[in-house]
């Protein structure tokens, strides 16, 4: 199976901070990741697919890069609503594997 | 589009259980249907998914020979059985549409996860 490994674990940050969260797979998996976001009690949102591909809908300060093993999630000027948890995901074949986690607090 | 999911709730330990995942607003057998946990404090974890058109399963290793996936296509409704429960079992468990663009894979609508506590 292909393990995601994300950093840091949780971070602090202000509003307006630019925030960016690391993800390795640990085999090549070219542009295959996607990227999630967690809100306590809610269902997991779609960010990013492929990525840097930004899903509908979602705001423009959230941007995805990478490719092969090395990939990031950057938050541009965190917004109060930002505060959660954020999950990469490897979709380059199953069982489609997600890192542990990444959670922001103020 | 939504998914509307139900489940038991509480279960015994050595007991099944069955989630239920209800599609609408969409067309229910165009795209495979995944399910994925998340016990308390934890990650999410992948279990498998299903191709409501054909019926066709692909599962965790982890879950092999304990899970069964399922559909109804007249109702366009998802099921998720689990077999064998202990605690470990206890988690939210959410079921979410696979889309594909491009060839990239990801999960772009979910149910609202369904929280099943394994007690005795």
């Known amino acids: 199976d292909i393990q995601m490994t994300q950093s840091p674990s949780s971070l602090s940050a202000s509003v307006g901070d630019r925030v960016i969260i690391t993800c390795r797979a640990s085999?090549?998996?070219?542009?295959?990741v996607n990227w999630y976001q967690q809100i306590p009690g809610k269902a997991p949102r779609l960010l990013i697919y492929?990525?840097?591909s930004l899903q509908s809908g979602v705001p423009s300060r959230f941007s995805g890069s990478g490719s092969g093993t090395d990939f990031t999630l950057t938050i541009s000027s965190l917004q109060p609503e930002d505060f959660a948890t954020y999950y990469c995901?490897?979709?380059?074949?199953?069982?489609?594997?997600f890192g542990q986690g990444a959670k922001v607090e103020i | 589009v939504q998914l509307v999911q139900s489940g038991p709730g509480v279960e015994k330990p050595g007991a099944s259980m069955k989630v239920s995942c209800k599609a609408s607003?969409?067309?229910?057998?165009?795209?495979?249907l995944h399910w994925v946990r998340q016990a308390p404090g934890q990650g999410l974890e992948w279990m498998g998914r299903?191709?409501?058109?054909?019926?066709?399963?692909e599962y965790a290793q982890k879950f092999q020979g304990r899970v069964t996936m399922t559909r109804d296509t007249s109702s366009s409704t998802a099921y998720m059985e689990l077999t064998s429960l202990t605690s470990d079992d206890s988690a939210v468990y959410f079921c979410?549409?696979?889309?594909?663009?491009?060839?990239?894979?990801?999960?772009?609508?979910w149910g609202q996860g369904a929280l099943v506590t394994v007690s005795s």
């Open positions: 995901q490897q979709s380059y074949g199953a069982p489609y594997t």
């Open positions: 492929g990525a840097s």
């Open positions: 607003e969409y067309i229910f057998i165009d795209y495979y």
């Open positions: 299903i191709n409501p058109h054909s019926g066709a399963t």
């Open positions: 085999e090549r998996i070219r542009n295959y």
């Open positions: 979410a549409r696979a889309h594909l663009i491009s060839a990239f894979y990801h999960f772009d609508y």
